[in-house]
């Protein structure tokens, strides 16, 4: 029995992907890049600062690590004030021990409620980009393009008012997009997102806008609240990770490891000396640069 013919007839059928957002390619096959200094990984340090409305909206979805029980989850709601009020800090003092720059994922209601958080970041010689308006603002196709055009604007021209500078990198709540965000984000003068996660190095939509991959495997989130793996265990990954790449960059070109933090999340008290640790051992290494979201797709796109 053969299969009909019009089977093979699949409009989107095609190398890699059934959309033209951007083209495939495989990693290995691409030119090699390199980074400042002869430095074989680019370690991305991105912490996400987040403001959960105590009561939250389940549209288009309810965002991950939004309140659960019953309102008002009061339990929830602080545990994750905490991440704003002591835990940041505690990322920003590991940060300055080491020297290391980081980008901050902001709500725009941070930067509303907390101007002095966000000064305090900016003085410390890091990067603010934006995520979205608060942990209700969630995007998915299904929302009114305009009101995700305006989402947008808020997160952007907010955190533009409070830090001083406009954001050029962009990280979606739960990397989600509609149809519509690559284009907006492009049509809003951002430079990059953070929200495809195939891929260990940036690389460009056809419309302009750069992705800078944030691998959800990758994030504390991921290995320590779902996985429930100890910070140790976050630790050794890291450096494994770190030692993985360093070897494949010797034949392939410079490498890219993200290390997505959560304040509420790793800078609890049992759990930020393992990354202070980890942070020690990365920074120290020779074949490390530290780097900003924007100065790994600038340093990235003057090769391409």
């Known amino acids: 029995m053969t ?16 959309h033209d957002l951007f083209p495939w390619s495989a990693l290995r096959d691409r030119s090699p ?17 987040e403001w959960f409305p105590i009561l939250p909206s389940d549209t288009p979805f309810r965002a ?17 004030d905490y ?3 002591v835990g940041v ?18 709500n725009a209601a941070i930067a509303d409620r907390y101007p002095d958080l966000i000064a305090d970041i900016v003085a410390g010689g890091h990067e603010i980009i934006a995520h979205s308006t608060d942990m209700n603002g969630t ?3 299904g929302v009114p393009i305009d009101d995700e055009r305006a989402l947008i604007a808020t997160s952007l021209d907010t955190l533009e008012r409070v830090s001083g500078t406009r954001p050029r990198g962009w990280l979606s709540i739960a990397r989600s997009q509609s149809w519509d965000t690559p284009d907006l984000l492009r049509e809003a003068g951002l430079t990059y997102a953070c929200d495809w996660v195939n891929d260990e190095l940036p690389y460009r939509f056809t419309n302009g806008l750069i992705n800078l991959p944030l691998n959800h495997e990758l994030s504390d989130r991921q290995i320590i609240t779902v996985q429930q793996q100890s910070a140790d265990s ?4 890291m450096g494994d990770a770190c030692d993985w790449l360093t070897a494949e960059a010797r034949t392939q070109g410079g490498r890219m490891l993200p290390l997505h933090l959560t304040p509420y999340i790793m800078a609890l008290p049992y759990r930020i000396s393992a990354l202070e640790d980890l942070l020690v051992k990365l ?3 020779a074949d490390v640069w530290t780097a900003t979201g924007s100065a790994i797709v600038d340093a990235w796109a003057a090769q391409q």
């Open 3 to 18: 299969l009909d013919p019009t089977y093979l007839d699949y409009p989107k059928r095609r190398l890699g992907y059934d």
């Open 33 to 49: 890049v390199t980074w400042p200094d002869g430095k074989s990984v680019a370690l991305w340090l991105c912490v996400s600062l």
């Open 64 to 80: 991950p690590g939004h309140m659960q029980t019953a309102y008002p989850d009061y339990r929830h709601y602080t545990a994750r």
């Open 83 to 85: 991440g704003n009020r």
């Open 89 to 106: 800090y505690r990322l920003l003092d590991a940060f300055a021990k080491v020297g290391a720059v980081a980008s901050f994922a902001t």
């Open 139 to 141: 995007i998915a196709s």
């Open 234 to 237: 976050y630790a050794q990954q």
């Open 283 to 285: 920074t120290q290494r």
